[in-house]
């Protein structure tokens, strides 16, 4: 269900570049999904002027200002805050959410998880290089334990979070990951992720060419095949020695989060694809439907009638 | 049986029992009853943070005290004229609040050993000689009550439980209120429950008689209603009208209105209230912490609502970064401080003003932001409505500083009528704003999101959903006009001081100060903000029926200072600054004027008593004079 009009004018990729250059580093995985973003954009049959980027802080975070639409970069880690207050103010807006693991899951690790559970209408692109970029390479809360890093120079202590397990624990109603280095699934994706209401939660495995230039080098490439697991429906699963057929609708997210603990075993490929796709009533959307029925029950507030509520009294003239 | 009946111009009456007996309802509907009446009033509900703290304990002691009058007050009261004791907690805690000869009605029955060992009583003090400059009624409330319902088949514990309103029955009939208003209250609020409603009307009724048909008290008092000017009437308590504000300034501006907000006393009430407002288009969005409380009210109004987030001084405290962006990002917002006792979590139940230098400092960088305070109940409406008139004018977030006394106390309001407030014109950008040509030199048009108003040097509000305005903000610097991203440094210098000199700006759109100096004799000058204004203003009428001109101003606007402030400041030979945290105003005059203002300082989460500043006035008049002489 959609509430957004349809443009007028068929949009290019083209329409979407804003005019300011574009400044990651050579060879990072940002460009891939920019890319992505921007040629699928003009197939989603939105205006423009209705779509709104908000970031938090990160090198991903910079992602608003290269696209033609409107944009926030905001503070770190409250994105998905301001795309709430967006989103509920305005029906006829498609929002995103661009965010990285430590914007995400660390300093806004708060704010993700409750926007997953009230499920409010917007698409967060959760860029995973498993590292902070932009403060020049601290392990970040998606980083293997053992790592060595500028804070951590005998081996990181920490135990790191599996984001898409950690959504489907707030039982966010889109679940999926994808792969910057894989244009094509990447695309697909991301465009059934934008096309679901509610919350869509997308981890895309990023590299960073700089601080943690290969983490996710196994999973390209010709030998790819065998590292991943191409979530499809209908696709048969064996996790544990129990194999069943993958099924994203299914309302009891348990065998979705089953799958999503595969890429903690070394001995199992990495689930790529789309976990979780449920219908569940937005917040914002029901938000609006509170405000409509008061207006229906009653009509429109009157504001006198409020100011004179209560237990009122009159003095008719001048009283001495 | 026929009472004598005396004449009263004022009367201070305390409701005091543990903060499970009802003392904050008594006191409400004895307010509304001198409300409806016409007295003049002014109330001060005083409770401990903790629930249902410790029973019969001096902790657990709430109160509400009520100051009516035959003539405009100011102020809640010093000292009570008389006490209604539920308890020897109660008894205990406030007897070294009242003045010689006050009154005090105690109910007897909780005066067991036990509960007077509790409270550190050595022996019984309506025995003894401890309460003998009080006139004192020592009545069995609670024994008379369950009597009273006994019709009603009610446990003992249940039928004891409408023991508050025997009192105010009782203190009603003392000061000849009528309580079918509270009959009506009840039925209303028991409707569910008859008989829970029947025992109430039946105790209340019950407190009545027993002042009419016994001999307790000899006399009854009668305070007649104050001068009021025409117009209607109701008694509001600060949130409310804050909150009633914020629903005016959502007409006035015809925008959406988005409240975020993290529950947190004693701010909840606002959100409370909005809530109920959803015909007017008032959204609330509970959030899941302080920040995502203002990050929702960022984003509201990014999309064209008016963001609101109201919260106390920790929450401020969290909110910083945020309205940090929001004086980046120049988006308008009010952000609400109910301010309570602090550091820290402080005194949550408390008022305090020691949040204002956290409202004009407390960011990262230079952030200007405007401050407003609100200097009664009532006029928390007013102040609401301007800060959104200049959130939205000006594009900025504004810092509404209420307190905790203003919160919870209450006063008589005169309504406005909804056709004499001012239009808020939001004047969203529609329309390219800057013409350029591009690479084939053909020329173009463009918006460029931080050019500005010649005037208020308020950037432009093009929200999403406008064709052809499509353009990104944030948190980095901003190049003037165009809104890129700019690290240049003449760039930041300039911008920094445009932030700065369009909050400066507003000051041009501000009512010149009112001087209260009834003499015109005055050189001392009293200098103020928010809640305060009424203590200030009863301290300088005690100061001046005691012979001496004193002269009072009261600041709304604390950031930008009225443009008029410092040639006024400049008048006196001095100006004295009271407030309730160490001298927060007073730092800011000096180091704006450098006039040597002087402190006068409370931080006892409790309004200034007005004996007790008159006091201190009256010294520096009398310093002033000699130093004059």
Redesign the interface.
């Known amino acids: 269900m959609t509430t957004v009009d349809l443009p007028a004018p068929a949009l290019t990729a083209k329409d979407f570049s804003?005019d300011?250059e574009v400044r990651w580093c050579p060879g990072c995985g940002d460009y891939a999904v920019l890319k992505a973003v921007q040629s699928f954009l003009p197939d989603l049959g939105l205006?423009?002027?209705?779509?709104?980027?908000?970031?938090g802080?990160g090198c991903s975070s910079r992602f608003?200002?290269y696209?033609?639409?409107?944009?926030?970069?905001?503070?770190?880690g409250?994105a998905?805050?301001?795309?709430?207050?967006?989103?509920?103010?305005?029906e006829?807006?498609n929002v995103w959410v661009v965010t990285g693991d430590g914007d995400a899951l660390s300093i806004g690790g708060?704010?993700l998880i409750?926007a997953l559970r009230r499920n409010v209408n917007m698409t967060i692109l959760l860029f995973n290089n498993r590292i902070y970029g932009l403060t020049k390479g601290q392990y970040s809360p998606t980083s293997e334990t053992g790592k060595v890093t500028k804070s951590t120079p005998v081996g990181s202590i920490d135990h790191p979070f599996n984001p898409v397990s950690l959504a489907l624990g707030a039982e966010a109603s889109f679940v999926a990951r994808t792969i910057d280095s894989d244009r094509k699934h990447l695309t697909a994706v991301l465009a059934a992720a934008a096309a679901h209401r509610g919350t869509s939660l997308v981890e895309i495995y990023q590299n960073c060419p700089i601080f943690n230039d290969g983490a996710f080098e196994g999973l390209k490439g010709p030998d790819a095949a065998d590292q991943l697991l191409r979530l499809e429906p209908g696709l048969e699963v064996t996790v544990d020695g129990q194999t069943w057929t993958h099924d994203p609708t299914e309302a009891n997210p348990t065998r979705q989060f089953a799958i999503s603990r595969l890429d903690g075993d070394p001995d199992s490929p990495v689930p790529v694809g789309i976990f979780r796709q449920v219908d569940r009533p937005t917040y914002d959307d029901q938000?609006?439907a509170?405000?409509a029925?008061?207006?229906a029950a009653?009509?429109?507030?009157d504001?006198?009638a409020?100011?004179?509520?209560?237990?009122?009294?009159?003095?008719?003239?001048?009283?001495? | 049986m026929s009472h004598p009946v005396t004449e009263l111009d004022r009367v201070v009456i305390r409701f005091a029992g543990d903060s499970g007996d009802g003392m904050q309802l008594t006191g409400d509907r004895f307010t509304?009853e001198a409300?409806?009446f016409?007295n003049d009033l002014s109330t001060l509900p005083n409770f401990p943070a903790e629930i249902r703290a410790p029973q019969g304990t001096i902790p657990g002691v709430s109160s509400f005290q009520l100051h009516f009058a035959s003539y405009d007050i100011l102020t809640p009261g010093d000292r009570p004229d008389v006490l209604v004791a539920m308890n020897p907690a109660a008894l205990k805690a406030n007897t070294g609040d009242l003045p010689k000869g006050a009154t005090v009605i105690v109910d007897t029955h909780d005066f067991t050993a036990r509960n007077l060992t509790k409270v550190g009583y050595a022996a019984n003090p309506l025995e003894d000689e401890t309460l003998a400059d009080f006139a004192v009624h020592a009545v069995d409330l609670t024994g008379m009550t369950v009597e009273a319902v006994k019709e009603f088949g009610l446990s003992r514990k249940d039928a004891a439980r409408s023991k508050n309103m025997f009192a105010l029955g009782l203190v009603s009939w003392l000061y000849g209120r009528d309580v079918a208003?509270t009959e009506t209250y009840l039925a209303h609020k028991f409707a569910t429950k008859p008989t829970i409603r029947d025992a109430n009307v039946a105790a209340l009724r019950a407190g009545w008689n027993f002042g009419e048909t016994t001999e307790t008290f000899a006399v009854s008092y009668v305070v007649k209603?104050?001068?009021?000017?025409?117009?209607?009437?109701?008694?509001?308590t600060g949130n409310t009208a804050l909150s009633?504000g914020l629903?005016?300034a959502g007409?006035l501006s015809g925008l959406?209105v988005?409240m975020?907000a993290y529950p947190i006393t004693p701010a909840s009430d606002i959100l409370h209230e909005l809530s109920k407002?959803?015909?007017?288009?008032?959204?609330t969005?509970q959030?899941?912490?302080e920040?995502?409380?203002i990050?929702?009210?960022?984003?509201?109004?990014?999309?064209?609502?008016l963001?609101v987030t109201a919260t106390s001084g920790p929450g401020v405290a969290l909110k910083s970064?945020?309205m940090?962006?929001a004086v980046m990002?120049e988006l308008p917002l009010v952000v609400v401080d109910v301010q309570r006792g602090g550091p820290s979590t402080g005194l949550p139940t408390k008022t305090e003003q020691s949040d204002l230098l956290q409202a004009m400092y407390g960011r990262n960088g230079e952030a200007p932001m405007p401050v407003i305070a609100p200097q009664s109940p009532g006029d928390c409406f007013a102040a609401a409505v301007e800060a959104a008139r200049i959130a939205i004018t000006y594009r900025t977030p504004v810092m509404l500083l209420s307190d905790g006394y203003l919160a919870n106390g209450s006063e008589p309001w005169a309504?406005?009528?909804?056709a004499d407030l001012p239009a808020i014109e939001p004047g969203f950008a529609t329309a390219p704003n800057h013409s350029t040509t591009n690479a084939k030199g053909e020329p173009v048009e463009e918006f460029w999101p931080y050019l500005r108003d010649e005037e208020t040097l308020a950037r432009p509000w093009a929200i999403?959903?406008?064709?052809?305005?499509?353009?990104?903000?944030?948190?980095?610097e901003k190049g003037e006009g165009h809104g890129?991203?700019s690290y240049d440094p003449a760039n930041h210098d300039r911008m920094v001081r445009i932030r700065a000199e369009k909050v400066q700006r507003i000051a041009d759109s501000l009512p010149p100060l009112e001087v209260d100096d009834p003499s015109g004799q005055a050189d001392v000058l009293v200098i103020g903000w928010g809640s305060t204004y009424g203590p200030i203003g009863a301290a300088c009428r005690r100061v001046r029926a005691a012979g001496h001109p004193i002269a009072q101003v009261h600041l709304r606007h604390v950031n930008p200072l009225p443009n008029d402030l410092g040639a006024i400041l400049r008048r006196y030979d001095r100006v004295v600054c009271p407030e309730m945290n160490l001298g927060q105003l007073s730092r800011l005059l000096r180091a704006e004027y450098l006039v040597d203002v002087r402190p006068i300082t409370t931080v006892r989460g409790l309004p200034f008593g007005a004996e007790a500043l008159a006091h201190d006035l009256l010294t520096h008049v009398t310093r002033t004079a000699e130093a004059l002489a």
């Open positions: 804003s300011q205006r423009r002027e209705n779509i709104v980027f908000v970031s802080i608003p200002y696209l033609d639409t409107y944009g926030m970069h905001s503070i770190h409250r998905p805050s301001i795309a709430t207050g967006i989103a509920t103010a305005r006829d807006l708060n704010h409750h938000a609006r509170q405000v029925d008061a207006l009653a009509g429109p507030g504001l006198q409020l100011l004179d509520s209560g237990d009122t009294w009159s003095v008719a003239e001048e009283r001495a | 509304q409300a409806v016409g208003g209603p104050a001068p009021a000017a025409p117009g209607r009437y109701r008694n509001i009633y629903v005016a007409r959406p988005l975020g407002h959803k015909r007017f288009g008032v959204t969005f959030a899941e912490d920040i995502a409380a990050g929702a009210a960022v984003g509201a109004s990014f999309a064209g609502t963001g970064e945020a940090g962006l990002t309504i406005p009528s909804v999403p959903g406008t064709a052809g305005l499509e353009h990104r903000i944030g948190g980095l890129n991203i």
